[in-house]
């Protein structure tokens, strides 16, 4: 068995923005593509809809606002125009535009069929007339005002349907990657979960999958969005002024160097914080845990200040995440400044020629806006993206932690009845020269080997640390052993699925765990086949009738975290109750009855003589007073079987079951 088995360091895992991590995501999202692709279509409506505003200003400005006539002909009779400039052109069918250029005809000059108005001489002509001369004009401002709004009107209810549906589907694909790792967890061996503390895996289910969600509801969208966006900006630019738009990029080359730089300098703050948190979260998750240690033995100021220690090292890579932001950003908004400077500069120089309209000026700039809009988008996405990046990759080493075997299969609870596993028949357990050892440690079982035949009782006895509980690990494939074989009905028991080998049996531990859940439902665990006359029955068997009695709500009682509202015996007692619901063939008995009153305990051996009636029963025991009418009495001391018989056998051979005896008195 490797030492490392299952477990996972946060400090040593690797490159925190994996494309390998992403091609791993895809499959999450393969049951939701069509939503996806719904959502990426309206993302590029979105982002056209974005590029046509201000191709619609330029439009407006041109045509409309400030049209353009440059003419620069030779002339073909003494009264055609042969002079460049800028120009109205003028509807002289239009009578009541004829009767202004009556009114001024020196005003107007004719180029050929055409009377045009210079621009210098607008500023001589009233308001009145001025309308009447650009009465085109301003029906055509309000057209494009119109299509202006309308095309504004529906970005904005794009937007909202592509925001409800991507995160309908980030809810969605979190759902499932939430079940499917809490569904792995059940799954893994005893062994990863010694070695990985609980408030790491509680981040892991839940922080880590919580950041996954932004990555699917904004992060990618906005990723196709700004592709769409820089891809449209180049080809419309390109379309206005080529030139222009060769000087204005001049800047992206800086900006690709500063985004590498700051990619490289926040990976490793985003991984470190992530690092924190999983500490802080185990932190907390120790102490409260441990409240009893912690206060009984004065500890609140240590475990204070380690806290303190820990979230002050968070507070720093917290502040050098702000520090790399507050670098970055402000290089961005600087080259987009100087960016918009070179466009004013060598864009209005042009304009001043005559080279460019003033609407593909005001174009350009507009653009340039938008342009550098994504850059600062992406800057402030980065650290969710470097964040889900890391707690995909965290994620992925739980569901790569390998489960106890291929042969379990967890299914959905709708589609189970009862356990939902058909139960083995067991007739024979044997082990043979089994040994064992946990994870970075000595053999804990050596060389160990007994029979146990159906209706049988065993009881296993021996000081602390001879290895007891860990023949129990074994018979419930918690571990498997390191050498030798355990076998039922002379089956190698790592050829059968432990779901239907934990089927047949019921485990009553030292120190029982309840669900805060009704009783009902502890007792049941799933067993919806049983009515409420079998529950009563059981109830009765157990000696919890008079617990049940005196609950406000009878067996719908809702008990507290891990059964602390009742007490230890009492908390047995029910633990008794759920063996009898599992109607086990082999019942294992782990220290059943230790550190529990004298009254209580007469309680719980009634019930534990009634429920091993007729059962194959391995006792483990700490008081050999309640293992003397066991069939047969095994006793382990440092990992391996010294003694084995009948209580009256082990007394007449007077060797150390006889003088652990005489130590109980």
């Known amino acids: 068995m490797r030492p490392s088995f299952g477990y996972f360091e946060e400090k040593k895992l690797g490159k925190a923005y994996d494309f390998k991590l992403l091609r791993r995501l895809y499959p999450l999202t393969r049951p939701y593509r069509l939503l996806l692709g719904v959502s990426i279509a309206l993302v590029v409506l ?38 460049r400039g800028r120009y109205l052109k003028v509807d002289s069918q239009n009578p ?11 005003k107007f000059v004719t180029d050929r069929d055409d009377v045009l108005m210079p621009y210098e001489n607008l500023a001589e002509i009233s308001p009145d007339d001025l309308r009447i001369l650009r009465r085109h004009d301003l029906r055509g401002l309000g057209r494009i005002t119109l299509l202006f709004v309308l095309v504004v009107i529906l970005n904005f209810v794009l937007n909202f349907f592509q925001k409800v549906i991507m995160e309908y589907t980030g809810h969605m694909i979190m759902h499932d990657l939430r079940m499917k790792i809490y569904n792995h967890l059940q799954q893994l061996s005893m062994t990863f979960f010694t070695r990985n503390p609980v408030g790491r895996l509680v981040t892991r289910v839940t922080n880590d999958v919580q950041n996954m969600h932004e990555l699917f509801t904004s992060v990618v969208a906005l990723i196709f969005k700004d592709l769409f966006l820089f891809v449209g900006i180049t080809i419309v630019l390109i379309s206005m002024h080529w030139q222009l738009t060769l000087v204005t990029f001049s800047v992206v080359p800086v900006i690709l160097l500063a985004a590498l730089r700051f990619s490289r300098q926040v990976r490793e703050v985003f991984r470190a914080e992530r690092v924190k948190v999983a500490e802080i979260n185990t932190r907390f998750g120790e102490t409260i845990s441990g409240i009893k240690i912690i206060q009984a033995f004065r500890k609140e100021r240590a475990n204070y200040k380690r806290l303190a220690e820990l979230n002050h090292e968070n507070y720093i890579v917290g502040m050098q995440q702000i520090h790399v932001l507050a670098l970055f950003l402000p290089v961005i908004d600087f080259l987009g400044v100087l960016a918009l400077a070179i466009v004013i500069y060598y864009g209005g120089g042009n304009a001043l020629t005559g080279s460019i309209s003033l609407g593909v000026l005001v174009a350009f700039i507009s653009y340039m806006r938008m342009f550098f809009r994504p850059i600062r988008d992406l800057a402030e ?10 707690s995909a990759e965290r994620l992925f080493v739980i569901l790569d932690a390998p489960k106890e075997t291929e042969h379990q299969r967890i299914r959905p609870a709708a589609k189970m009845a009862g356990d939902g596993i ?13 040994s064992f050892s946990y994870p970075d440690g000595d053999l804990v079982l050596k060389d160990v080997s007994f029979q146990m035949q159906r209706g049988q009782t065993l009881a296993v006895v021996g000081p602390t640390g001879s ?20 076998k039922v009905n002379g089956k190698d028991i790592k050829t059968l699925a432990p779901g239907a080998l934990r089927a047949s049996m019921a485990l009553v531990m030292q120190e029982p765990f309840l669900f805060s859940e009704s009783i009902r439902h502890n007792i049941l665990r799933g067993r919806s086949n049983l009515s ?62 230790s550190y529990i009153d004298s009254q209580t305990e007469q309680e719980i051996q009634l019930a534990l003589t009634s429920l091993m009636a007729q059962r194959t029963a391995l006792v483990v025991a700490h008081r050999l007073s309640t293992v003397r009418q066991a069939d047969r009495i095994m006793v382990v001391n440092r990992g391996r079987i010294i003694e084995s018989g009948t209580h009256p056998e082990l007394m007449a051979q007077a060797g150390f079951y006889f003088r652990l005896n005489q130590v109980e008195g």
Not at 62 to 77: E, F, G, H, M, Q
Not at 97 to 103: D, I, L, P, Q, T
Not at 470 to 485: E, V
Not at 561 to 573: D, N, T
């Open 381 to 390: 996405k980065y650290n969710v993206l470097q964040n889900a990046m890391a």
């Open 532 to 593: 409420d006359q079998d529950l009563d029955q059981i109830i009765e068997a157990s000696r919890c009738a008079s617990l049940i009695k005196r609950l406000p709500d009878g067996v719908d009682s809702v008990l507290a975290e891990s059964g602390s509202s009742i007490s230890s015996g009492e908390r047995q007692l029910l633990s008794i109750a759920r063996a009898f619901a599992r109607d086990p063939q082999l019942l294992i008995l782990d220290e059943a009855t």
């Open 46 to 83: 979105i982002t056209l809809l974005d590029l046509a505003l201000p191709y619609i200003t330029k439009v407006a400005i041109d045509r409309y606002i400030v049209p353009t006539l440059a003419l620069d002909r030779t002339p073909k009779s003494d009264g055609d125009l042969h002079t």
């Open 96 to 106: 009541d535009v004829a009767a202004v250029v009556r009114k001024d005809p020196h």
């Open 422 to 434: 058909p139960a083995i028949a067991i007739e024979k357990l044997e082990f043979q020269q089994v």
């Open 467 to 486: 290895g007891k509980t860990t023949l129990i690990n074994l018979i419930l494939r918690f571990y498997d052993p390191a050498s030798g074989m355990i």
